[in-house]
């Protein structure tokens, strides 16, 4: 088993996908994408509805087949039936239907997985306590799933996902039509797993819950469009920008100000927004401008955008 | 193959079809009726004619002992319905296939459970069958007329062999339809063939003579044979799923 290492820090990659590719007939589902998850990062792909997350989250789970490219996970190479059996009995999915037996307990739906994974009766009622105390829905675990809310079923749902205590965690909308409530607790066990440097690779369309709980972001849409760190895709789509709130602001300030700058500035009541490369050498600069011009500063700051600022620049760049 | 997860399977299926009461009441009912109400209706024949020449009284018997085929390939479309289209209408289906399982043991388990339980109960009726006509029948015949070879062909041979046809048709038909009670009633006609021999069996076009059961069941191990392929063809996890969207 060839086992991949990022170069530069001798970090284990856990999935490695190369130009992989789905077709359904004539219609490209998923169009060769490239990316690296290593081990004990938390990966999203962030995309609208139809982008593909589900199908390249459905190939890497071997439920469904690919059509080129190759993809490893855990180096076991997707595609044949015999390393599907491993990377099944490694790996953890949370689909985005939860797929329960509302007809038995949360117990059973959960002692039932355990034991296609082939944990010991011991391992099974230790697995199944810990995430059910966890999840807060130990003293229901001998209700019937049917009586339970969509918050609650999405839990034993996740629940069931680890119950084998999987090396990697596919969760598919985990947070998806659940009232905040909810949302937040999930989100919460998300982030408990994370601190155990579980692998987990996330599908949202939840911009929010990529910026708070992901190391790497994938902004997919049919193409892998972009891929990097939060902060390294603010770097990549988003131009600097400091706004100065002044006192009042005349044409004088305005005109010393693009004395400083070729870049855009934007006037907002008494705000200005400026364009900058670098904040921290040209900010002095357009203070003592200002300064000079009789403006009175009364803050300075750095405009942070949001995940969703990039998102949208991203997926509209994609559509013209 | 490992039968251990197969079993698995079917044990969960178990678990939930007891607590569906409509699908213990069709595999425990139609046995117990055909059990109960058939010798019934020889000792009424016997009372009002006066008692059915042996002749007739063997043809009687003897078809009657081919309705439990009918009802061995009837009763497992209910649970295999349940189970194959069940999971698809849950969604339960995608969690389960992306287990280290293969599509060859959850088609056993679900075979499993779509088979043991109305087996048992079509065994169980048969036996009450038996002892009642033994017993209604004896002072006519002058001898106990079951166990006979007859019967013998029929519960070791037709009856599994019938019901594995129904449960593989069943496979089929949930590769199609999403919706249990189109399942159902699609698995339904499978007892046309077996109700059609019943009927010419009546009419004295086809005897019931143990040759006869034998090459029928022949020929069912060669269908079975044939859709066992078909059927392991079309339960597989990429169609599943895509049909599931």
Not at chain 1, 153 to 171: G, N
Not at chain 1, 251 to 267: C, G
Not at chain 1, 293 to 302: C, L, T
Not at chain 2, 41 to 63: C, H, K, M, N, T
Request: proline share 4%; with cysteine; hydrophobic share 45%.
């Amino acid at each position: 088993m060839d086992t991949l290492y990022d170069d530069a820090s001798l970090i284990r990659s856990l999935i490695d996908a190369e130009n992989l590719t789905k077709k359904f007939g004539e219609i490209t589902a998923v169009d060769g994408v490239t990316f690296h998850v290593n081990e004990g990062e938390v990966f999203s792909f962030l995309g609208p509805n139809g982008a593909g997350k589900t199908t390249t989250v459905r190939m890497l789970c071997c439920l469904l087949s690919k059509t080129s490219g190759q993809a490893r996970v855990d180096g076991y190479e997707i595609g044949n039936e015999l390393n599907s059996l491993k990377i099944r009995s490694i790996i953890g999915f949370l689909p985005d239907n939860v797929g329960l037996y509302d007809e038995l307990s949360a117990y059973k739906n959960l002692d039932f997985y355990g034991k296609l994974y082939e944990r010991t009766e011991q391992q099974r009622n230790e697995s199944i306590e810990r995430f059910l105390r966890l999840l807060g829905l130990w003293e229901k675990r001998d209700l019937p799933v049917g009586t339970f809310s969509k918050g609650m079923k999405q839990k034993i749902a996740l629940a069931r996902a680890m119950v084998h205590e999987p090396k990697i965690l596919f969760l598919d909308e985990p947070t998806a039509n659940l009232d905040p409530e909810s949302a937040r607790t999930v989100r919460d066990f998300i982030l408990k797993l994370k601190k155990e440097k579980k692998t987990i690779f996330l599908n949202t369309h939840n911009l929010d819950e990529a910026q708070r709980i992901c190391d790497k972001i994938g902004i997919l849409k049919t193409r892998l469009l972009t891929v990097g760190t939060p902060e390294q895709l603010k770097e990549r789509f988003w131009n600097h920008k400091t706004i100065i709130q002044l006192e009042k602001v005349n044409d004088l300030i305005v005109n010393a100000v693009k004395t400083q700058t070729s870049k855009e500035v934007l006037i907002h009541g008494n705000r200005l927004t400026i364009d900058v490369a670098n904040g921290e050498k040209e900010n002095p600069k357009l203070i003592e401008a200002i300064a000079l011009a009789g403006g009175h500063i009364q803050y300075v700051m750095e405009q942070s955008p949001s995940l969703e600022d990039i998102y949208v620049k991203v997926v509209r760049g994609n559509l013209k | 193959m490992r039968l251990q997860k197969a079993w698995i399977i079917a044990e969960k299926d178990f678990a939930i079809f007891r607590k569906k009461k409509s699908i213990i009441y069709s595999v425990v009912l139609f046995p117990l009726f055909v059990s109960i109400s058939l010798p019934v209706i020889v000792q009424f024949s016997r009372s009002e004619s006066g008692g059915l020449p042996y002749e007739a009284l063997a043809v009687v018997v003897d078809a009657f002992s081919f309705l439990f085929i009918t009802g061995a390939v009837t009763l497992p479309t209910t649970i295999a319905s349940y189970s194959l289209v069940g999971e698809k209408v849950q969604r339960s289906i995608e969690p389960l296939l992306a287990t280290p399982t293969t599509e060859g043991e959850i088609l056993l388990g679900k075979s499993i459970v779509a088979f043991l339980p109305p087996i048992t109960a079509i065994y169980i009726g048969a036996v009450i069958f038996m002892v009642l006509i033994d017993g209604l029948t004896y002072n006519t015949l002058g001898y106990l007329y079951f166990p006979n070879w007859n019967m013998g062909v029929i519960m070791l041979l037709l009856t599994p062999l019938g019901s594995i046809l129904s449960i593989e048709l069943d496979i089929l038909i949930s590769s199609r339809v999403d919706d249990v009670r189109s399942a159902q009633q699609l698995g339904g006609l499978v007892a046309l063939p077996f109700g059609g021999l019943y009927v010419l069996a009546q009419v004295s076009i086809l005897s019931l003579e143990t040759s006869n059961l034998l090459i029928i069941a022949a020929s069912l191990v060669a269908i079975d044979a044939i859709l066992f392929y078909i059927s392991k063809a079309v339960f597989n996890r990429e169609k599943i799923l895509t049909k599931l969207n």
